[in-house]
């Protein structure tokens, strides 16, 4: 039988100009109680690249402060679903998290990214019409196979609505 698997809490301050949305944790990162933490996920050298900061070798709470502190976020859309293994595509009965409650309680935020088709179909709805960057990027699973590289280059959307670069300003 599936088993009910729920959203961890969304991490994020009042400098978070980047959100990044996920669709639900897969069961690794269930058991381990982390963001990506399967380590076959590409997310976080994903990120290593979009922040320049190397954050694979740092131990997780430290991977979320250098995230927080580059102006990061993380959550996801799906707030609860039953699925049997990790594959977005079994995620089943899903009540989606409070997207628009969560963007507006975030004064510096410019943009969103979603991690994948799952977290893109779903969250977008909820946050378009607003004064953010919408941008979906490709799944960092490792179930979905476009090479690294090619992720990577997608992914680095990001880095213009980091703190320190100039190319997008919130008013």
Known sequence: ???????FAPVVDEATRVLVLGSLPGEESLARRQYYGN???HFWRLMEGVTSVGLVPLP????LDALRAAGIGLWDAVGSATRRGSLDGDIRGHSVNALASLVALLPA?????FNGAKSAQLGLPQLAGRDLALLPLPSSSPAFTLPFDAKLERWMALRPFLAGHSSWRKD
Do not use: F, I, T, W
């Open 1 to 7: 039988m599936d088993q009910l698997k729920r959203s």
């Open 39 to 41: 380590p076959r996920n």
């Open 60 to 63: 997780y709470e430290e991977r």
């Open 109 to 113: 935020l410019v943009a969103v990214g």
